[in-house]
């Protein structure tokens, strides 16, 4: 591995800039941004111009209606996809350069879909002769969904050459210049700025021309991320023109009935900083001097300080999970206006010109998705009171813990799922890169990354959440064929790929009643499917530096009446096993001869 040149970001661990090998013109070459995407075939970007006083040309109306918070803004009904998902199980991720040959390890394995094949990165991919289009075509030949994409904020000078055309796109800070984010120099772009909705749009328009299934967009919520100082980014960023225009919008939408007097007693905003409530509602607002409120009253080098009493307003974003009912402009306006742009947009292309329905989806828990791609790195909220899960659980000397069960993780990303697009869509989770989460899983044994796969797999099954299995990506990490994980993951997949399998991970439905096993640190979760069939779902946390097996386990379920059978699933076995069984009181008793690392108990 190259060395590692990481910077967390709070809140998120999330790595901030690449792993890196020494020369950084060499890193920007093999490395990529927050999730590695990579630049291929490049001369290192340019340095940053000289910073301007404005950035980001705004749009010339507020949205639809006047824009304000979620329960304001519309929703164009075309903006949800057609394409049934529902015959994704087996996710592979196997990221690299656009122009490469198709990963032989995706055609071997054979998942169900290879969700972020490639990702345009700086320039490389913004003309369609950088790709190789052969290789979405070998995936369908081969009944793979090929899924591409771009980043969707991270921007490079070279991209917008000349002062001006970047300057109407990027994102600022509170005094109006352009944040460049080290060690790769990079921007971040204004979602708010149509000129650069446009220009990403432009590139998922020449991958859907190309014969992409779809495109992932990773991180559309970082335009706010501001300077890293230390440990920490300051959140002093996304306060361009575009944004504020918009911001201004929002609060008149938000407090239509608010006078003058209001808007002065309540948040000292007085006839000097131009908030205008009182034109149509297309317009209002638009002509907000937000910094200069913010220069006015010494909050530039700080704009979120709790004493400036809009910044509550603006709000905070903890990226990849965006929250608009909590009424704030960030919350509401990356996900509702700006995503919702994005996606309908792209959907009309594809539909107009092909006939064509696309899956799309982001990093994080988006509305609007197909299905979602939930990076794993630290600082997530995942756990209990939005702390942070550790997913990839070690011991003190470096082992896998597989003591832990990530399974109430897995089925609270579902349910933040349901909660921000208010739909039930497929929900998926990889490990993203280069994050502490990867680095923790690459320092395992070998031995003990298989294991890791065998647990962990079928646990985010159990929540109905689809586990990537991790191939490749672009930034130096050995892939599977080097760790020696290839025959796993073969085996994996077509294990769960068999349509008897399959059928045991989609449109389940969680039961209340309580699975119990006769031995202890067995994670367990009680399904339904729509044919009526209840599954117990057991994994063996028995671990130290491998599985514990346990033998004769005596497990006891509920189910509403006698089944006919009741069957084994494991990928463990070597075939489904009818299981002797009995059944009292509203109760199903099999004894598991052989509990390795996991299986299904299936009451038919």
């Not at 609270?412 to 349901?418: D, E």
Request: aromatic letters at 10%.
């Amino acid at each position: 591995m190259p060395a590692l040149n990481l910077i967390f970001r709070s809140g998120s661990n999330r790595v901030f800039g690449c792993a890196c090998s020494l020369l950084l013109a060499v890193a920007i070459a093999r490395c990529g941004g927050l999730s590695g995407q990579t630049s291929t075939n490049l001369s290192p970007p340019s340095p940053p111009p000289a910073t301007q006083s404005t950035c980001a040309t705004p749009a010339a109306s507020n949205p639809i209606g006047g824009g304000g918070i979620y329960t304001q803004i519309a929703i164009n009904p075309g903006v949800y996809g057609k394409r049934d998902p529902s015959g994704l199980t087996v996710f592979g991720f196997s990221q690299e350069g656009q122009n490469l040959p198709a990963d032989p390890q995706v055609l071997a394995m054979s998942p169900d879909i290879v969700s972020r094949a490639w990702q345009r990165w700086d320039r490389g991919g913004v003309q369609p002769s950088d790709y190789n289009w052969s290789y979405a075509t070998q995936a369908r030949a081969a009944g793979i969904v090929f899924i591409g994409g771009t980043t969707a904020t991270a921007l490079f000078a070279d991209e917008f050459p000349s002062v001006t055309a970047l300057n109407s796109v990027v994102s600022c800070d509170a005094t109006g210049k352009p944040v460049a984010h080290a060690p790769l120099n990079f921007y971040r772009a204004s979602l708010a700025s149509p000129a650069y909705r446009r220009y990403i749009i432009g590139i998922g328009e020449i991958q859907i021309d190309g014969g992409v299934d779809g495109l992932f967009f990773d991180e559309p919520d970082f335009s706010y991320d501001g300077a890293t100082s230390g440990n920490e980014n300051n959140g002093d960023e996304g306060f361009d023109d575009a944004n504020i225009a918009d911001f201004g919008g929002f609060l008149c939408g938000k407090y239509p009935n608010y006078s003058p007097a209001d808007w002065q007693s309540k948040y000292g905003i007085t006839t000097a900083d131009n908030l205008n409530c009182s034109k149509s509602a297309a317009t209002r607002g638009r002509t907000f001097n937000y910094r200069g409120y913010l220069e006015r009253n010494g909050w530039q080098a700080s704009p979120l300080n709790k004493s400036n009493p809009l910044a509550a307003e603006w709000g905070t974003i903890l990226e990849g999970h965006p929250e608009p009912q909590n009424g704030t402009f960030t919350g509401t306006y990356t996900s509702l206006v700006y995503w919702q742009d994005i996606v309908l947009t792209l959907r009309k292309y594809a539909r107009q010109k092909y006939n064509k329905e696309i899956y799309i989806t982001a990093n994080g828990i988006f509305p609007f998705v197909d299905f979602q791609m939930q990076g794993l790195w630290g600082g997530n909220p995942d756990g209990p009171g939005g702390s942070s899960v550790n997913y990839c659980p070690r011991t003190a000397d470096g082992h896998l813990d597989g003591t832990q069960s990530l399974l109430a993780a897995f089925m609270a990303i579902k349910q933040r799922s349901t909660r921000i697009d208010g739909r039930v869509v497929p929900v998926a989770a990889f490990i993203d890169w280069p994050t502490d989460v990867m680095t923790d899983y690459l320092s395992l044994p070998a031995s003990e990354k298989s294991d890791y796969w065998r647990m962990y797999v079928p646990e985010a099954l159990a929540a109905t959440v689809y586990l990537n299995l991790h191939l490749a990506d672009t930034v130096g990490d050995p892939t599977a064929t080097q760790l020696g994980l290839m025959p796993l993951f073969n085996r994996t997949a077509a294990f769960y790929k068999m349509p008897a399998h399959a059928a045991l991970y989609h449109n389940t439905t969680n039961l209340p009643g309580r699975v119990t096993a006769s031995v202890a640190n067995i994670g367990t979760n009680l399904t339904q499917l729509s044919d009526g069939r209840t599954v117990a779902h057991l994994i063996n946390h028995n671990y130290s530096q491998g599985f514990k097996e346990q033998d004769g386990v005596r497990v006891s379920f509920p189910v509403a009446r006698a089944p006919r059978s009741v069957t084994l699933v494991s990928p463990d076995y070597r075939a489904d096993t009818p299981v002797e069984f009995t059944y009292s009181g509203g109760q199903v008793q099999v004894t598991v001869p052989k509990l390795v690392a996991y299986i299904a108990v299936v009451s038919n």
